[in-house]
């Protein structure tokens, strides 16, 4: 069970289930017992003596002076029959039928004699007045609390389901107060990780002081800090290759009229100078164009893109300069698939996962590339998978890779070519697309990565892919 709300709710639950039964048992099997043991003990002791002393009153005071007697008795609630020697109730009342049966038992023995019902408890004493004549006291006492504990199993039984029923209530309520704000963080935390670095939770996890509004407040701080980061970072990227655009294009320059009045000994070191340059023109340029894909600076046109004809058209590329290296590309699996998207952004998407398995793939090995439709959650969707046969990546790095010039210093060394963009511009344009993108290291060693997207429907409607908010 991973459901904190469901946990929080059962265990709150087997708790108050726990309390009630465990009363209900010391009530039934402990309580009972010895309330009952103690109180007859003590109706043993005091109920003699204060029959006597009714006897006395009645022989000496008669009926109205007993009455007068007894009246404060009346007053706490308690209710009490006195019959004379020919057994007739006195003041003309009718005993319970509960307690008639001790009160002929009572006629019989001095010994007090106890009897107990649901809500009440009835007390019969025989006593003889200064005359020698016996008399019959009948107690009826109403108490409320004993009738809790001392109840039949069938009304214990009732209650503690009454008691379970209400704590079910107050546990979903209790559950559902602590879990929401948990879920709400959860929620931004996720967003957050996917990349929306507006994700806020604001008051949604609390307006008060206690724990979970201090962790949302820290939430906010956190993620309002790292956007800041995010975004001066970008900026700073941005501004730096437009900078460098400029001296770059006027070193090439240079190099030309060099190159032109150059004497041929030292040809070699100004063709590296230009080879050197050249990266750096495709460093400025993909970094030019994975900040407008990630700023939404640019509109980039939707339309129909058959996938088939794209990923063979990829493949047959890479394979051709791969086996220059002594590898090749494979389609294991080609689908008919048509997606709504920008054809130039998907290309790159597709081309850097197969070049980079080409890239980090053994001698003697063939990428394995297929594109075939799924279905996932009753929605058609498109699937991608490149598998190449290189030494793999750590599993602690496999969802850092997609980050702009991470790399993995035993698998990805600069002596390969590349800058650390190219995995970026992947995941940015996949995003773009309504897609996901992962990586996992296969059991027979080398790295799969697969591109999930939707697939296009009749019904889908051309619009501009960034007509959408965009991180910044």
């Not at 007390?123 to 039949?152: E, H, T």
């Not at 956190?222 to 990227?237: D, F, N, P, T, Y």
Request: with cysteine.
């Amino acid at each position: 069970m991973r459901s904190l709300y469901m946990k929080i709710f059962l265990w709150f639950l087997v708790a108050i289930g726990l309390v009630g039964g465990t009363l209900m048992f010391f009530a039934l099997e402990i309580e009972s017992d010895f309330a009952r043991a103690s109180i007859e003990q003590n109706d043993l002791t005091l109920t003699p003596p204060f029959a006597e002393r009714w006897a006395m009153v009645f022989e000496q005071k008669g009926r109205a002076g007993l009455s007068d007697y007894i009246g404060h008795a009346r007053d706490k609630g308690n209710h009490t029959y006195f019959f004379g020697p020919d057994g007739r109730e006195v003041f003309n009342q009718t005993p319970p039928v509960e307690a008639q049966s001790i009160v002929q038992k009572a006629m019989q023995t001095d010994r007090t004699q106890n009897a107990w019902a649901t809500t009440h408890r009835y007390i019969a004493q025989r006593a003889a007045g200064p005359s020698g004549k016996n008399y019959i006291l009948l107690i009826d006492l109403r108490s409320p609390f004993g009738a809790v504990f001392l109840a039949r199993p069938q009304i214990q039984a009732f209650r503690l389901i009454i008691v379970l029923l209400i704590g079910a209530l107050v546990c979903l309520w209790l559950a559902k107060y602590i879990t929401d704000p948990v879920a709400r963080l959860r929620s931004a935390a996720h967003q957050l990780a996917a990349g929306n670095l507006h994700s806020r939770v604001g008051n949604a996890v609390g307006h008060g002081n206690d724990e979970l509004a201090d962790l949302g407040h820290d939430f906010d701080r956190k993620a309002e800090r790292i956007e800041s980061m995010m975004v001066s970072q970008k900026r700073l990227i941005t501004s730096v290759s437009h900078e460098l655009r400029s001296p770059l294009a006027r070193l090439a320059v240079a190099l030309d009229l060099a190159y032109q009045d150059s004497d041929p000994s030292i040809r070699a070191y100004l063709d590296r100078i230009g080879l050197e340059t050249n990266h750096l023109n495709d460093l400025i340029r993909n970094l030019l164009n994975l900040a407008r894909m990630e700023s939404g600076s640019e509109l980039f046109s939707q339309a129909p893109v058959e996938l088939e004809s794209l990923v063979s058209e990829i493949a047959k590329d890479v394979d051709f300069e791969a086996r220059s290296r002594g590898c090749g590309v494979r389609v294991t699996k080609l689908e008919p698939c048509v997606i709504l998207g920008a054809r130039d952004l998907l290309h790159s998407a597709i081309e850097n996962i197969i070049r980079n398995g080409a890239a980090y793939s053994k001698p003697g090995t063939e990428i394995e590339v297929s594109l075939e439709r799924v279905k996932e959650g009753g929605e058609d969707r498109v699937l991608i998978r490149v598998r190449d046969f290189g030494e793999g990546v750590p599993n602690d790095a496999l969802s850092l890779i997609f980050q702009p010039f991470y790399r993995v210093a035993d698998a990805r060394e600069r002596a390969s070519g590349g800058f650390g963009l190219g995995l970026s511009i992947t995941a940015e344009a996949v995003r773009l697309h309504n897609g996901q993108v992962r990586a996992e290291n296969c059991p027979g060693g080398g790295l799969r990565v697969e591109v999930n997207l939707p697939l296009h429907t009749a019904t889908a409607q051309s619009q501009p892919l960034l007509d959408k908010e965009l991180v910044g």
